[in-house]
């Protein structure tokens, strides 16, 4: 079992629509959680970032953590043709030397 | 413009040949990655260095093989290819040592023939 795992979709949705892209992780010890957008030959960029359990909001995206359920989750409200990506989770255990561990990914595409 | 700089973005190389990806950053980052990233596994860490001087391996480190002499240059060698190899590589450097907060190259596109 992968200690993270992701739906890698693809995921198309009408533009305006409210996009969930979710993730859930086997490992208790993962204190840090963040979303990578990575466009059609591009490398990946931070979007988000939390620290343990909660919500981050950012403009239209909001980043949720539920350490209890081991799942987390990115909300895009009022989707757009330029948030068509693959949106990677990723997460980090306190103190570890910087081995990030990634989901596969999930392929976004928001249809004008 | 600051950031990571990969070369080459684009290489078929013959199996069994030695190949240096190299990766360049502006940032003075003192962390930095190799990930391989392939359809439907993600992106794995290959190897990594915290600092000037050091490297670990990483998730599929076989194969491969990293040098960090200096904080700019990181780059990524294959000893003997193989056409297991064939992926999409990418460098990345952290600021800080287990942030999370990771800065990525545009990539090196390999095929392995």
């Known amino acids: 079992q992968k200690e993270v795992e992701q739906d890698p979709g693809p995921l198309s949705v009408p533009e305006g629509a409210i996009v969930s892209l979710n993730c859930t992780y086997s490992?208790?010890?993962?204190?840090?959680f963040m979303w990578y957008r990575q466009y059609s030959r591009k490398g990946p960029e931070l979007l988000m970032y939390?620290?343990?359990?909660g919500n981050k909001e950012d403009g239209r995206f909001t980043a949720q953590v539920d350490k209890s359920s081991k799942y987390i989750s990115l909300f895009i409200r009022d989707s757009q043709p330029s948030d068509s990506a693959t949106y990677l989770c990723?997460?980090?255990?306190?103190?570890?030397?910087?081995?990030?561990?990634f989901g596969q990914g999930t392929t976004l595409q928001v249809k004008p | 413009i600051a950031g990571i700089t990969q070369a080459p973005t684009s290489q078929i190389l013959a199996a069994g040949r030695r190949m240096t990806l190299r990766c360049t950053q502006d940032m003075r980052h003192n962390a930095m990655y190799w990930y391989r990233q392939d359809l439907g596994l993600g992106l794995r860490l290959i190897h990594y260095s915290n600092t000037a001087g050091t490297t670990g391996k990483g998730e599929v480190p076989d194969g491969y093989s990293v040098s960090r002499a200096n904080t700019d240059d990181f780059p990524l060698t294959l000893a003997s290819a193989v056409p297991s190899q064939t992926s999409v590589y990418f460098c990345?450097?952290?600021?800080?040592?287990?942030?999370?907060?990771?800065?990525f190259g545009e990539g090196s596109r390999l095929t392995v023939l």
């Open positions: 990345a450097s952290s600021p800080g040592v287990g942030t999370g907060e990771l800065f």
């Open positions: 490992n208790s010890a993962f204190q840090y």
């Open positions: 939390t620290y343990s359990s």
């Open positions: 990723a997460m980090i255990r306190s103190g570890n030397t910087g081995k990030l561990i």
